[in-house]
């Protein structure tokens, strides 16, 4: 197959182009929420947090479907920066209980317009319809392919 076949068809491959959504969204994240200070994974373990405080650091790990070095890498790095505060559990010593620190608990509070804006930017090419039939297949895709993945996505 000639190499500009190729081409064009890389350019229709799901794989390719999930890969460019997911650079655009990471664009419009950092354009819109950058005040805060935080990446969207970190924005996300602090909302896990923030919704439930006390849980395990592995229970919001799979909350956010993120693996068990990256959730650590993660949580040191919001620890060091004054947003989340880490405690051992009296029940097991093993267990890392995370709580949100007053700071955290103000950057997710700043962020969340942000990101709903980032969001709404990301979809409005879509219809309404549209964009309520994207989410539920999107969310179908990662369901069902949720096994494939390095880390499981957990949901209620």
């Known amino acids: 197959m000639p190499a500009d076949e190729l081409t064009e068809e890389l350019s229709h491959l ?3 182009l999930i890969r460019r959504l997911h650079q655009i ?8 929420v ?16 923030g919704a439930k405080s006390g849980q395990d650091q592995s229970e919001v790990a799979e909350a956010v479907g993120a693996d068990r070095a990256t959730m650590a890498s993660v949580v040191a790095r919001l620890e060091a920066a004054g947003l989340l505060k880490r405690s051992v559990s009296r ?9 949100l620190t007053p700071k955290g608990r103000r950057v997710v509070e700043k962020a969340w317009p ?3 804006a980032s969001q709404e930017t990301l979809l409005a090419p879509l219809g309404a319809d549209q964009q309520s039939q994207f989410l539920e297949l999107l969310t179908k895709l990662v369901d069902e392919g949720n096994n494939h993945g390095r880390a499981r ?3 209620d």
């Open 91 to 99: 029940h097991d010593r093993r267990q890392k209980l995370l709580a």
């Open 25 to 32: 969204n990471q664009a419009l994240f950092a354009e819109l």
């Open 114 to 116: 942000a990101l709903r």
């Open 153 to 155: 996505l957990k949901r």
């Open 14 to 16: 799901p794989g390719f």
């Open 34 to 49: 950058a005040g805060t200070g935080v990446t969207s994974v970190q924005l996300s373990v602090l909302t896990v947090i």
